[in-house]
C-alpha cells in the first residue's frame, strides 16, 4: 500500500501470476483518530522527505476523511477482485489477527 503509485497495479499483477492474494491492513488507532494539534515537521520513513504541516481541526477533519476514502476504496476493491481484505488494528494481538481472524477468513487452517 505504501507504493506512490497505489496498490492497484501491483494486487492486479499477484492476481495475473495466480496468486493467492490477501490484503492485512494494519493500523495504529491514532493512523483513524489522530489527535493531534499544532506545528510538525513530518518525516517520511521511506524517502526521508521531509515536511512541515499545521494541524488544525480542519485539516484533521480532511485527513480523516481522506483516510476513511481510502479504506473504503481498498475494501471494495478487494471484494470487486475476490480479494480477501482484512482491516485490524495494532491494538489485536498477532496471535489473534493470524489464529482467528485470517482462519475465520478462510485464509489459514
Request: overall charge negative.
Amino acid at each position: 500500500m505504501l507504493s506512490p503509485g497505489g496498490y492497484i497495479e501491483g494486487l492486479k499483477y499477484l492476481q495475473h501470476l495466480g496468486q493467492q492474494v490477501v490484503v492485512l491492513q494494519i493500523l495504529e488507532p491514532e493512523e483513524r483518530e489522530p489527535d493531534l494539534l499544532g506545528n510538525f515537521e513530518l518525516v517520511d520513513c521511506e524517502t526521508n522527505a521531509v515536511k512541515e504541516v499545521s494541524v488544525t481541526p480542519l485539516l484533521l477533519q480532511a485527513y480523516r476523511k481522506q483516510t476513511e476514502e481510502f479504506l473504503s476504496g481498498l475494501s471494495q476493491f478487494c471484494a470487486a477482485r475476490e480479494i480477501t481484505y482484512h482491516l485490524t488494528s495494532t491494538d489485536e494481538h498477532l496471535e489473534q489477527i493470524l489464529l482467528r481472524s485470517l482462519r475465520t477468513l478462510g485464509v489459514v487452517n
